[in-house]
């Protein structure tokens, strides 16, 4: 299981908890940090620096019939909690096979390799690369969000990034035309990606295959794929579809019934096959939830994972992401549960309630958060600032999920049903400046 040391301690340590680790390989930067979680959590878990850690336990080889975890990694859940997603061996081993039938990888490859290990598209990164003998080049973090220079630099040719990073190189004027002969691939995940993105990018890699692909955590990193061609009307909301699955995956579109959908109606995403993985790492109550065995066409029963996705039917059979049933967020290609966030706020001192929103948007998509919050007076007397807000909220989580904005309100508006109107105060922020992202909001109000 990778650990993220960049992790605020309490989610690093609860991660830790919940995976129950027989051993931590720690690099030297990172012993003290370690030391301090060991005295409170793990006094007796054994400590292995890179060198001696192949050497604590035999590893069996992996074989496409085994059902023993390849790795575990831990996503955002709605109630504050992480939840471990463990992916077996077969679930990998499928996924390697597909990648490598689909492209035809070479030694002399050189692959990007711009996400953080905990985050799962990087298995793309490392174990394709590693399954066809290429080179996995490293970025600098200073270059993250701008990679032009790294990507010519590196003489890379197989490159894979979310499509914010397509936004942020647009604004930056990095992707002329022409620029990038060598790269021969270009996969982009975690997010939707924009028509205006792809264009722009398939510019600059003039010799490249462009691709947009899906696939959640639960599915094995990546099981749907569209080839970029060209724009097409039918798209909606001029973003790029999902595509088709990988052999091996089975899909259904239901209602909300769990009945399938006509083709060319909206209904949720449901995903079956070699890579769905069996479920959540000790949680046989979340498994159940998003888990289900359905019939299939062939008189098969198969495990379906409900992803949450609207989706639709296009014309020719392909799907198109619409949006998420639940609140769930996209921001920088990380699966981000507002709810989290929201129990974070609701904990700080003063905070009563609190909201969160994907905004600002560019190009159809949300670059960061925005917390409404109700408060009173702290405990030393005075209202909540904004900056006490994204303070205290940065001492416990990740960077991405830290609010860029904070708006302070009396009330939260209210829908039909009596949940709170997310939609309403999303369209407060995007009347409140024009376009939305265009200029930044009052942090308070």
């Excluded at 990172?30 to 604590?56: C, F, H, I, K, T």
């Excluded at 264009?199 to 947009?212: H, K």
């Excluded at 860029?404 to 400046?433: I, Q």
Aim: hydrophobic share 45%; aromatic share 8%; net charge negative.
């Amino acid at each position: 299981m990778p650990l993220n040391p960049r992790l605020h301690r309490e989610r690093l340590a609860r991660v830790i908890r919940l995976a129950q680790l027989d051993a931590v390989i720690v690099e030297p930067e990172w012993e003290g940090l370690l030391n301090n979680l060991r005295a409170e959590l793990m006094p007796a878990l054994p400590v292995l620096w890179p060198s001696d850690a192949m050497e604590y336990h035999p590893i069996p080889a992996a074989t496409a019939e085994s059902s023993d975890l390849a790795y575990l990694l831990f996503t955002s859940g709605t109630t504050g909690a992480p939840k471990g997603v463990g992916v077996t061996n077969a679930n990998v081993l499928a996924y390697l096979a597909n990648a490598r039938a689909r492209y035809p990888f070479a030694s002399n490859d050189r692959f990007s390799q711009m996400f953080e290990q905990s985050f799962d598209v990087s298995i793309f990164d490392l174990f394709v690369a590693w399954s066809c003998g290429a080179c996995v080049v490293g970025i600098p973090a200073e270059q993250l969000i701008a990679p032009a220079s790294y990507i010519e630099n590196e003489a890379l040719t197989v490159f894979s990034a979310v499509p914010s990073v397509l936004s942020l190189m647009r604004r930056r004027r990095a992707l002329r035309p022409g620029r990038f002969p060598a790269v021969r691939y270009s996969m982009f995940i975690g997010e939707a990606l924009s028509v205006e993105n792809a264009e722009v990018w398939a510019a600059a890699t003039p010799n490249s295959l462009v691709e947009n692909h899906y696939g959640p955590t639960e599915v094995t990193v990546i099981c749907f794929a569209h080839v970029w061609r060209s724009a097409n009307p039918t798209w909606p909301g001029r973003i790029v579809p999902i595509g088709a699955p990988f052999p091996g995956n089975y899909v259904t579109v239901v209602n909300e019934r769990g009945l399938a959908v006509t083709p060319g109606d909206a209904g949720e995403l449901w995903i079956a096959g070699s890579q769905t993985v069996p479920g959540y790492w000790n949680d046989e109550e979340l498994t159940e939830r998003k888990f289900v065995t359905q019939r299939c066409s062939d008189g098969v029963d198969r495990l379906f994972y409900r992803t949450g996705d609207l989706v639709k039917e296009l014309p020719g059979g392909e799907l198109a992401f619409l949006s998420r049933v639940d609140d769930q967020l996209k921001v920088m290609g990380r699966r981000i549960e507002p709810g989290e966030i929201e129990a974070v706020l609701r904990t700080i001192p003063g905070v009563t309630d609190a909201v969160v929103v994907g905004w600002p948007i560019e190009d159809g998509q949300p670059v960061a958060l925005t917390a409404f919050v109700c408060n009173e007076a702290s405990e030393h007397g005075r209202a909540l600032s904004a900056a006490d807000i994204m303070t205290a909220s940065a001492a416990r989580l990740e960077a991405v999920f830290v609010p860029r904005y904070v708006l302070f309100v009396e009330s939260f508006p209210l829908n039909a049903n009596g949940k709170v109107d997310r939609n309403a105060l999303f369209s407060t922020l995007s009347g409140s400046v024009g376009r939305a992202g265009s200029s930044p909001i009052p942090q308070s109000s």
